[in-house]
C-alpha cells in the first residue's frame, strides 16, 4: 500500500542554518504531497503542497519539489528561526483523498 | 481554508467510561475525516465520516469502539468507548473538499488520557 519515509529525527539546529528534512513516498498512481507543521500543543497546519511531477510548494519560506523520478518531496528551509520548531510531517493524498503520514521529524532551532 | 472547532480540547477520563468529541466546522464541507495520533507518534486515520451513513472504517478500527456520527455537512462526533490507558491519545478532526478535494484541513485537537 502507500507509504511514507521521513528522515529519522530528532533534529536540532542553530538559527539561521539551512534545513532539509527528507521524505520519500510509495504509492500507486500519482498522488499529491504534502507538509504539514504541529507547533507545541496544537492541531496540524497545512505548511505546502505540491499536486504533480516537477510543482514546487513554497510557503513562509520553506520549499519542496515533487521529483516523480526519485520519488522525493525534501523540505529546505535556507534560514531557520527559533519559531520553525516544531514536528514536520510528510504526507501523500491517495485514493478516496485519504492522507497517510510520514512518521514526523520534531525539529528544534536554538538561538 | 476552513475554521475547525474542536470540543474537549483535552480530557482526563477513567478507565471504561466514553467520551465524545465534537468537531463543528463553519462550513459545508463534503469530506470529514478522523484521526488518532498516539504519544510521540504519527497520525493514523480512524475513518471516514459519512454524511448520512455508516462512517467508513479503516483497518484495526471498529465501530463498537468509535461511533461515528455526522448528522449534516457542517457536524461531526467521535465516541471513544469504554476506554483503556492505551487510548490516550490526541483525537483529530480534518475536513476535505474547501479549496480542493484533496487538502485537508485540521481541527486543534481533542487530547485524551485514560487513567
Known amino acids: 500500500g502507500d507509504s511514507v519515509t521521513q528522515m529519522e529525527g530528532p533534529v536540532t539546529l542553530s538559527e539561521e542554518a539551512f534545513l532539509t528534512i527528507n521524505c520519500t513516498y510509495t504509492?500507486?498512481?500519482?498522488?499529491?504531497l504534502f507538509w504539514y507543521v504541529q507547533y507545541p500543543g496544537e492541531g496540524l497546519q497545512l505548511l505546502l503542497k505540491?499536486?504533480?511531477?516537477?510543482d514546487k510548494g513554497s510557503n513562509k519560506g520553506f520549499e519542496a519539489t515533487y521529483r516523480k523520478e526519485t520519488t522525493s518531496f525534501h523540505l529546505e528551509k535556507g534560514s531557520v528561526q527559533v519559531s520553525d520548531s516544531a514536528v514536520y510531517f510528510c504526507?501523500?493524498?491517495?485514493?478516496?483523498?485519504?492522507?497517510?503520514f510520514g512518521q514526523g521529524t520534531r525539529l528544534t532551532i536554538n538561538p | 481554508s476552513a475554521v475547525i472547532s474542536q470540543k474537549p480540547s483535552r480530557d482526563i477520563c477513567q478507565r471504561g467510561t466514553s467520551l465524545t468529541i465534537q468537531c463543528q466546522v463553519d462550513?459545508?464541507?463534503?469530506?470529514m475525516f478522523w484521526y488518532r495520533q498516539q504519544p510521540g507518534q504519527s497520525l493514523t486515520l480512524i475513518a471516514t465520516?459519512?454524511?448520512?451513513?455508516?462512517?467508513?472504517?479503516e483497518s484495526g478500527f471498529v465501530i463498537d469502539k468509535f461511533p461515528i456520527s455526522r448528522p449534516n455537512l457542517t457536524f461531526s462526533t467521535l465516541t471513544v468507548s469504554n476506554m483503556s490507558p492505551e487510548d490516550s491519545s490526541i483525537y483529530l478532526c480534518?475536513?476535505?473538499?474547501?479549496?480542493?478535494?484533496?487538502?485537508?484541513?485540521f481541527g486543534a485537537g481533542t487530547r485524551l488520557s485514560v487513567l
Open positions: 480534518s475536513v476535505g473538499g474547501v479549496e480542493a478535494k484533496n487538502i485537508q484541513y
Open positions: 504509492a500507486t498512481g500519482y498522488p499529491s
Open positions: 505540491a499536486t504533480k511531477a516537477d
Open positions: 504526507a501523500l493524498s491517495s485514493r478516496a483523498q485519504k492522507l497517510v
Open positions: 462550513s459545508q464541507v463534503t469530506m
Open positions: 465520516a459519512n454524511q448520512g451513513s455508516e462512517a467508513t472504517y
